[in-house]
């Protein structure tokens, strides 16, 4: 049994690099947009209506990984999603696309957290839950990995075959992570019925614990509106590379890798920066930064104009060490994991209407006005929010609430 909870760690990491090593990514929405015939503001409103979905579905797939098996979760969420992506391959009208995108979002929760949850239940078993952190962190390395490997593919394959083509390659490649996944052994955990039990207890504490601390109810949301407005961004990437006159193909793909490298490097960088400057700091420079890049966007007509959307990755990539750290310093610890969830649903509420908007307003007026729109919410909403966090966030410190990093006050 030793060795097969030891496999377990291995199979992990295979696995995380098959979920997201995914070639149809750099093409995805070209595919819908050019192909299929489907406008921005379509495809905009439909993923909107994914990340809401996935964010309700996560509690009952967290009972099926509880009660029959993160395991046997993960494998189903691969499974589910192949169908979703054979859907999404046949996608003519906005039901069949919506529903290949509520597939997608339950094929999300399924996998969600069950592989993490499967590790540290296995490391626990063998005597090594102190390598967890260490284990967890090369598994997220892969995902980084899978996803720039498939990208740095996708444009190059999608010439030689087709667009459709590369959708099709996904669903094999789905295919062969659940069969990892179905490789990997059940380790001890606790029993359905008192995690469930629990999960429902600790989510109604949690959003007491969110409500009644101002300034964590008001970093939520200034998380989820920066995290929102700058991820909006992503769905106009390829749309911007077709209109500055780059086809599909290597270039296309080369291109939209350094966002994803972008991205780690903020997420790598942003502990230190913290330690440095504090909250208060960063969070007003990846307002100014934000709104800086969608200016950028709006009003450079050339390729160059590229160039920001790296800067909206890095940015963006701050938020979750930001906004996780200020929770782990604040909440206890079984009411952690539930909080953090919170910021989920938050970057979902503000994705999802400024997604379908900035979609529809690119779909009539072009690109750069859906950029500037997007640059005007993030500015507006930082207007209002990052005062009301900062005010709530000093009175916090001045009764003696938990500090947060060096510098927060600065």
Excluded: K
């Excluded at 967890?132 to 075959?161: C, D, F, K, M, N």
């Excluded at 200034?222 to 407005?229: P, T, V, Y």
């Amino acid at each position: 049994m030793r060795r097969s909870l030891e496999l377990n760690i291995r199979l992990f990491y295979i696995y995380r690099f098959l979920r997201d090593a995914q070639v149809w990514i750099p093409v995805w929405v070209v595919f819908l947009t050019v192909e299929q015939g489907f406008s921005l503001a379509e495809v905009t409103a439909a993923d909107g209506l994914y990340f809401l979905a996935t964010v309700f579905l996560e509690v009952p797939t967290g009972a099926v990984a509880d009660r029959w098996g993160r395991s046997l979760s993960v494998g189903l969420g691969c499974l589910v999603m192949v169908v979703a992506l054979g859907t999404f391959a046949f996608a003519t009208t906005f039901a069949v696309m919506l529903a290949s995108f509520m597939l997608w979002a339950l094929a999300a929760a399924l996998m969600s957290g069950a592989d993490l949850a499967l590790l540290y239940d296995s490391l626990q078993a063998i005597g090594r839950e102190d390598e967890y952190e260490r284990h967890a962190g090369r598994g997220e390395a892969a995902v980084w990995i899978g996803v720039a490997a498939a990208t740095s593919v996708g444009g190059p394959l999608a010439v030689l075959t087709s667009l459709r083509f590369t959708v099709f390659v996904g669903m094999a490649v789905y295919l062969v992570a659940a069969s990892v996944a179905f490789l990997m052994v059940e380790a001890p955990h606790r029993s359905a019925s008192e995690v469930v039990t629990r999960y429902f207890g600790n989510m109604t504490q949690a959003f007491r614990i969110a409500w009644r601390d101002e300034a964590l109810r008001w970093l939520v949301a200034f998380g989820g509106l920066i995290s929102g407005a700058m991820g909006a961004a992503m769905y106009f990437v390829q749309p911007l590379l077709l209109d500055r006159g780059v086809e599909v193909g290597p270039a296309f793909s080369s291109l939209q890798v350094v966002p994803w490298l972008a991205a780690a490097l903020g997420a790598f960088m942003v502990a230190s920066v913290l330690r440095r400057v504090g909250e208060a700091t960063v969070l007003c420079v990846l307002a100014t930064g934000g709104v800086a890049a969608y200016v950028g966007l709006a009003t450079v007509p050339t390729l160059a104009a590229f160039a920001f959307v790296p800067v909206l990755a890095l940015l963006e990539s701050t938020i979750i060490p930001l906004t996780t750290g200020y929770v782990n310093r604040r909440v206890p610890s079984e009411q952690r994991a539930t909080v953090l969830s919170l910021e989920s649903l938050s970057r979902g509420l503000f994705i999802a209407p400024l997604g379908p908007l900035a979609g529809a307003v690119a779909d009539r007026e072009g690109l750069p006005a859906a950029f500037a729109m997007l640059g005007a919410a993030l500015a507006v909403g930082a207007l209002i929010l990052g005062p009301v966090w900062l005010r709530a966030h000093r009175r916090a410190a001045s009764v003696g609430a938990p500090a947060l990093v060096s510098g927060a006050e600065a």
